[in-house]
């Protein structure tokens, strides 16, 4: 019989929230060529000897707020996810997690999964919307190893799933149960990238001549900033928001060179327009990270009450839901008709 291995990658986090683990995890995330395009000596200069001396000590604070009992939430939730997955798959097929930073490592995962010997591989980066330094460095990940290996199985990618309708409606529901009816404005918030990167997406076409706000896509299918406000306009769809109560914004900026326009600018607009009662949604990210539960929902929320905003409330992500983990099943059934057991 025939047996598949599903491997979810997420990004990654520190294996504590102290100084020295945080360190270990900004020097591997962004020593990644991917992370920071820079040329080779100008980035480790950068990230070695200015950044992650200066930012971990600050990171670390950051996420000792998001920690749990259980520990990190983006490792709990995926683990948890996985259970469920494994609970309803079907007999020939097993899935696997890993972080494409950190534990439980891509190696470990792969390990597993070569020593079981499994005639196929879905590699499942778990970011809804492609982007090289995520789901474009977590599939270059995997396949550092399986290039290696003397047998090579049958190996599929699923490179992103933004429009995927499972997706949208199990992201929908998790929006709708917060009532956005009852808020004046809502926010999608997605995680920025430096626009240098955003115009390798689509060579020869400068930033400033992108339309992909405007139509799907202008410049092709992998145009992140494409995808990015294809998910809101989908998203507010299904919702039935009306045209002037939902936005889109870009979040975590490193510099002025980022894609705009920028979440924390965008909240003290709405402020300034009396718009005072915020919903935001996280749709790139879909597990509770330290961008959505910490940045968002206690740095930026901090911020719109002190502009004079009366409440901002923070969408909790997809995480373990499941009805997340059945979307999972349909996302990958594009491919594969008899993974899910009928449980």
Not at 96 to 101: D, G, P, S, T
Not at 126 to 138: D, K, M, N, R, V
Not at 258 to 283: C, E
């Amino acid at each position: 019989m025939s047996k598949t291995a599903v491997l979810l990658i997420n990004v990654g986090t520190p294996d504590e929230p102290k100084v020295k683990a945080v360190r270990r995890y900004l020097r591997q995330f962004l020593n990644d060529r991917r992370v920071i395009d820079l040329p080779w000596v100008l980035q480790k200069i950068l990230v070695n000897l200015i950044i992650v001396p200066f930012r971990a000590p600050k990171s670390t604070k950051l996420y000792k707020r998001l920690w749990t009992p259980e520990g990190s939430p983006l490792v709990t939730n995926t683990l948890e996810l996985q259970k469920k997955l494994q609970e309803k798959r079907a007999k020939d097929t097993d899935f696997f997690i890993a972080m494409r930073y950190q534990n439980p490592s891509i190696a470990k995962a792969l390990q597993s999964i070569k020593q079981e010997q499994y005639d196929k591989i879905i590699i499942l980066p778990l970011f809804p919307q492609y982007a090289s330094s995520t789901s474009g460095t977590a599939i270059q990940a995997v396949w550092k190893y399986i290039s290696k290996w003397n047998v090579i199985p049958t190996v599929e990618t699923i490179s992103q799933f933004y429009d995927h309708p499972a997706f949208i409606d199990a992201f929908a529901r998790k929006v709708k149960a917060y009532q956005p009816q009852d808020y004046d404005h809502v926010l999608f918030s997605y995680h920025g990238l430096p626009n240098r990167q955003l115009e390798k997406t689509h060579p020869g076409v400068a930033v400033s001549s992108c339309h992909c706000t405007e139509e799907m896509p202008a410049h092709g299918n992998f145009c992140y900033k494409a995808t990015c406000y294809e998910t809101t306009r989908q998203l507010a769809g299904r919702l039935g928001l009306t045209k002037n109560s939902y936005s889109t914004s870009f979040q975590s900026r490193l510099s002025r060179n980022w894609m705009t326009p920028f979440t924390d600018k965008t909240l003290i607009k709405l402020v300034n327009k009396g718009q005072k009662r915020v919903l935001v949604a996280a749709p790139a990210f879909v597990t509770d990270c330290l961008e959505t539960t910490v940045e968002i929902g206690y740095e930026y929320q901090k911020m719109f009450i002190e502009k004079g905003g009366e409440k901002l409330v923070m969408v909790e992500s997809l995480n373990a839901d499941n009805e997340w983990a059945g979307a999972i099943f349909k996302i990958i059934d594009l491919r594969n008709k008899s993974l899910l057991s009928g449980k």
